[in-house]
């Protein structure tokens, strides 16, 4: 056995508050480590980092439990160092900068900030860590207007394959922090400080909620892909369409400025079918987020398996009936198709800017497939598969947040062109490949 000793909050199979920690929000990525560390301090993460290698432990690192494929946040009979505890934010008001650790979920400090008069880009869901969000990518619907997640990251502190605690911002190290906007979680190593740039919230934003009856999900479709990518960039918007046994279909979203205007632009939506609720309403700042991501349990009571990809161009027909035939045939609940409007602010940024390579799509999408009992697992797997192979030929690549084992060609998939260099800045700081898992960042031998 070698020297170091594990700190912070440690916890071994057979210890109590182990079921505890296993559960992640999807259950079907729950695996069985050895021990989790739960970090307290930038120096648990060293410690645990130098004991795995000394004692030949596969490594994982989590932040917010919200991986949704397996093998890639805990790993059975490995350590996971989960950096929940660690969720201090310092906000520099008259600098308009946050320093944030990495264990703070998303809804907290997006609210938090909302608090103190400013906005920073948020998902879908407000229990996703930022730890995890952020190295990705991270987008949602006020992306549009202030980038990406990763667009705004600073700089960061990250601790490297020899415990070492380093620096990355525009003045050191910067190739990690470029590899960091984009190149996604784990790779290079474990981060521990996260510095953003945040902005100036407005007093109010208008915020919308549009549902349709499932039946006309098409033609809502249609009428949202040729709006959304093209509409004023202050407006951005996600559109859910779930399977037949659901039988939801809106439309969610805020735009940056007032209520009139927002019917305005909304009129191409509110126009199409025949609409069974339509909300439109201007609310001050804070309560038009709590309206976009109300609260939702850590753990979710299904297990899903997702995929994702671009859409460069508009879908014809051929792509919607796809769609048509996964959503009707779906038996489970929450299985759904969802989409959000890219461009603005996002598209302003260069492919090569950044590790993060998708800049140029209309919109981005995703599908999953939800199931509660293990006999329906097969089957589930089997139909997001058969989603991504059919649609092939109407979209391009995917999102690394939304990770998908089943795509051989990852490194393209995720990151096209930057591929490449991504490899170049890991073989500079992890040229062991210590922090490896599947789909993780090869080095070049």
């Known amino acids: 056995m070698g020297g170091t000793q594990l700190t912070g909050r440690v916890i071994f199979k057979g210890d109590p508050g182990y079921i505890e920690a296993v559960k992640n929000w999807n259950p079907y990525v729950d695996a069985f480590p050895l021990v989790f560390v739960f970090a307290q301090h930038t120096c648990d993460v060293s410690n645990a980092i130098k004991w795995a290698r000394e004692n030949d432990v596969p490594l994982r690192v989590r932040s917010g439990r919200h991986a949704l494929d ?16 660690m969720n201090k934010v310092y906000l520099d008001k008259r600098n308009a900068i946050a320093t944030v650790q990495p264990g703070i979920r998303v809804g907290p400090l997006v609210k938090g900030l909302a608090r103190e008069g400013f906005m920073a880009p948020f998902g879908d869901s ?15 619907v006020v992306s549009r207007s202030i980038g990406l997640i990763s667009d705004n990251l600073l ?117 199409t079918g025949t609409p069974t609720q339509i909300i439109i309403e201007e609310l001050p700042y804070l309560d038009a987020i709590e309206f976009l991501d109300p609260p939702e349990p850590p753990v979710a009571d299904q297990n899903f398996k997702f995929s994702s990809a671009w859409g460069l161009n508009l879908w014809t027909d051929e792509p919607i009936s796809i769609m048509r035939q996964f959503l009707e045939e779906s038996p489970g609940t929450e299985s759904n198709f969802f989409f959000i409007n890219w461009g603005g602010k996002i598209s302003k940024v260069p492919s090569k800017e950044t590790a993060f390579f998708w800049r140029s799509p209309l919109f981005y999408t995703e599908w999953n497939a939800t199931w509660k009992e293990p006999s329906e697992e097969a089957a589930s ?49 992890d040229p062991e490949n210590v922090f490896r898992f599947p789909q993780s960042i090869p080095p070049f031998q």
């Open 70 to 85: 397996k093998n890639l946040s805990v790993v059975n009979g490995g350590i996971v160092i989960d950096t929940s505890d």
């Open 155 to 271: 700089a960061l502190e990250t601790v490297d394959a020899n415990g070492e605690i380093i620096q990355a911002n525009h003045c050191c190290n910067e190739d990690l922090l470029w590899a960091y906007r984009g190149g996604g979680g784990g790779n290079f190593g474990y981060n521990t400080q996260y510095t953003f740039k945040v902005h100036r919230a407005p007093t109010t934003a208008t915020v919308f909620n549009i549902i349709w009856p499932w039946e006309q999900f098409e033609d809502v479709f249609r009428a949202w892909q040729e709006w959304a990518p093209f509409v004023d960039s202050r407006l951005g918007c996600i559109l859910e369409i779930f399977s037949r046994v659901n039988g939801l279909c809106h439309a969610v979203g805020i735009f940056l400025g007032p209520e009139e205007e927002a019917i305005q632009l909304l009129e191409p939506l509110t126009s």
């Open 381 to 429: 797997l089997a139909s997001v598969e058969r989603v991504r192979q059919l649609i092939k030929p109407y979209v391009t690549g995917s999102y690394v947040n939304v990770p998908d084992q089943n795509i051989r060609d990852f490194g393209e998939a995720y990151y096209g062109s930057n591929f490449a260099r991504l490899r170049t800045v890991k073989t500079k700081y």
């Open 126 to 140: 407000p229990t996703v860590g930022i730890g995890g969000i952020t190295t990705g990518g991270g987008f949602g």
